[in-house]
């Protein structure tokens, strides 16, 4: 079981919980039930082989309310290369980035509960290349900076910077 090893103070605001009820406890104690399988296989499959990886979650807050973040996932070695750990930093998702998001987990989820996880994988794989990603992170990524990209250049022409 992989279990959280530290909470820093925005960890515990989002979550809502105390960090001695997070640390030592297992990630999807924060697992939002809206959030699709496929996106966290990938994830974990993408891990296991030591590679980082780029999501955007819907997490589950104390309460049963959720927030959104983009997490950016690193791998963690040891001197002799082998996995020891990971590391996620999160930062908060703009609105305009959930509209895209919501809509194709809304789509997984509607795949997983009628055609299972396998299906909603290969259909997510399928639409990413249609798209011209190689993977899930790299179309996380892209969205989220084009977008950002964009909010930034809108308030450079406004402040003139």
Known sequence: ??????????????????????????????????MPKTVFKLLWD????GKSYKAIV?????GGEYYWVYSEYE??????????????????VPKHI??????????????????????????????LYNDGYSDYSEFVETLYNKKLKGLFGFFSKLFGK
């Open 1 to 34: 079981m992989l279990a959280i090893t530290y909470a820093n103070e925005n960890f515990i605001e989002l979550s809502g919980y105390k960090e001695n009820d997070l640390v030592g406890q297992p990630h999807n104690i924060i697992r939002h039930v809206d």
């Open 46 to 49: 993408s891990l296991k082989v």
């Open 58 to 62: 819907q997490n589950k807050r104390r």
């Open 75 to 92: 791998v963690l070695f040891d001197k002799n290369k082998n996995i020891r750990g990971y590391r996620s930093k999160r930062h908060p």
């Open 98 to 127: 959930l509209e895209d998001v919501e809509a194709l987990y809304s789509k997984l989820l509607d795949i997983e509960e009628k055609k299972g996880q396998h299906e909603a994988e290969s259909f997510l794989e399928l639409k």
